[in-house]
C-alpha cells in the first residue's frame, strides 16, 4: 500500500490487489484486470476526480517495457472515503507468448509506476497551481503466482490466436533473414495473399542456415533410432516440401488451394523450427 500526501493535508492511500482477477480476452489484444482499494482517509471531498495511470514492466529487473496501464473508467471520490477501482493493462498475443517464455513455468514479476493527479477539488480552488492540479508518483511490485497465471490463461484460452516469439538479431547473419521472412509472410497473410506468404514461409525454411544432414544420412537411420538432429532435419524437408508448391505454376501446384488457416500452420510450423537453435548439426541427440 502507498500513502501519497497532498497540500492542504489531503491524503490518499492506495492498494493494488497483488493478484490480477481477470484476463479479459480480445481480438489479438487483451486486457489483465487488477482490483485496487483507494481511501482518502476523510481529507478530501466527495466527487474529486482521481486521475491514475502509469507504465508496466516485466521482471524483476524491469528488463522489458510492458506498455500503459490506466482505469477501466474514470475515478471521483465517494461518499464512503474507501472507494474501489480496477487497473486494466492491454497485452497482445505476442506479448503474451513473450511472458510465457520469460517466466518459464514460475511466478511473474511486474513492475509497476503509478502517476496520480488530483482534479478539482473546492478545498483548494484559490490555492497555486500545484495545489489545485497535485501529481504524486510511485513505483510498486507485483508478483503474479505462476497457478494464478495459469487460471487465467486457461479462462481466456478460446479467444488468444496463436503466437510464437523467435528472437531474431538486427543483422544479417541466417537468423536476422529467416526473421524477417516470417514477418513478411505474416504480412503477406494480413493482406489476403496466402500463396506469397507460404513462399515466404519457404524462404524462411531456406534461410534457417547451419549444416543440415543430406536426406540420404536421414533415411539410412531407422525411424526408432534417428536422433533429435535427424528429426529436426526431417521437419525442415517436410515443411520445404509442404511450401514449394506455392512458388510453382505446375499442375500439381494448381491442386493447392491455400487459406488463411493453411498458411498460418505452415509460418507456425517454421516460427517453431527457427525457434530451435543452434543449428541441427549442433544440437545434442
Known amino acids: 500500500?502507498?500513502?501519497?500526501?497532498?497540500?492542504?493535508?489531503?491524503?490518499?492511500?492506495?492498494?493494488?490487489?497483488?493478484?490480477?482477477?481477470?484476463?479479459?480476452?480480445?481480438?489479438?489484444?487483451?486486457?489483465?484486470?487488477?482490483?485496487?482499494?483507494?481511501?482518502?482517509?476523510?481529507?478530501?471531498?466527495?466527487?474529486?476526480?482521481?486521475?491514475?495511470?502509469?507504465?508496466?514492466?516485466?521482471?524483476?529487473?524491469?528488463?522489458?517495457?510492458?506498455?500503459?496501464?490506466?482505469?477501466?473508467?474514470p475515478v471521483v471520490t465517494q461518499k464512503d472515503f474507501e472507494f474501489p477501482a480496477t487497473f486494466v493493462l492491454p497485452l497482445t498475443d505476442e506479448q503474451l507468448a513473450v511472458i510465457e517464455q520469460r517466466r518459464a513455468g514460475s511466478d511473474i514479476q511486474l513492475g509497476i509506476d503509478v502517476d496520480v493527479v488530483l482534479g478539482y477539488d473546492p478545498a483548494v480552488a484559490t490555492g497555486s497551481g500545484d495545489e489545485r492540479w497535485p501529481t504524486q508518483t510511485y513505483q510498486d511490485h507485483i508478483t503474479i503466482q505462476g497457478e494464478t497465471w495459469v487460471r487465467l490463461l486457461e479462462g481466456a484460452g478460446a479467444g488468444l490466436s496463436l503466437a510464437v516469439v523467435v528472437p531474431v538479431p538486427l543483422s544479417a547473419d541466417a537468423a536476422a533473414r529467416t526473421g524477417s521472412h516470417l514477418r513478411e509472410a505474416i504480412r503477406k497473410v494480413n493482406l489476403g495473399h496466402y500463396d506469397d506468404a507460404v513462399t515466404w514461409a519457404r524462404k524462411a525454411v531456406e534461410a534457417t542456415g547451419g549444416v543440415w544432414p543430406a536426406e540420404d544420412a536421414i533415411t539410412k537411420v531407422k525411424p526408432s533410432e534417428r536422433p533429435f538432429n535427424l528429426r529436426l532435419a526431417l521437419l525442415r524437408q517436410a515443411l520445404f516440401s509442404l511450401a514449394s508448391p506455392a512458388a510453382h505454376d505446375d499442375q500439381v501446384a494448381a491442386t493447392f488451394k491455400w487459406d488463411r488457416e493453411k498458411a498460418l500452420a505452415v509460418i507456425a510450423a517454421v516460427s517453431a523450427l527457427a525457434a530451435c537453435t543452434p543449428p541441427p548439426a549442433a544440437n545434442p541427440r
Do not use: C
Open 1 to 73: 500500500m502507498a500513502l501519497l500526501r497532498f497540500s492542504n493535508t489531503r491524503q490518499l492511500s492506495i492498494k493494488i490487489d497483488k493478484q490480477p482477477y481477470l484476463l479479459h480476452k480480445g481480438a489479438g489484444l487483451h486486457r489483465l484486470l487488477f482490483q485496487a482499494e483507494l481511501d482518502t482517509r476523510n481529507t478530501i471531498d466527495v466527487g474529486v476526480p482521481v486521475d491514475l495511470r502509469g507504465q508496466a514492466w516485466l521482471g524483476a529487473n524491469r528488463s522489458d517495457w510492458l506498455g500503459a496501464w490506466f482505469t477501466d473508467k
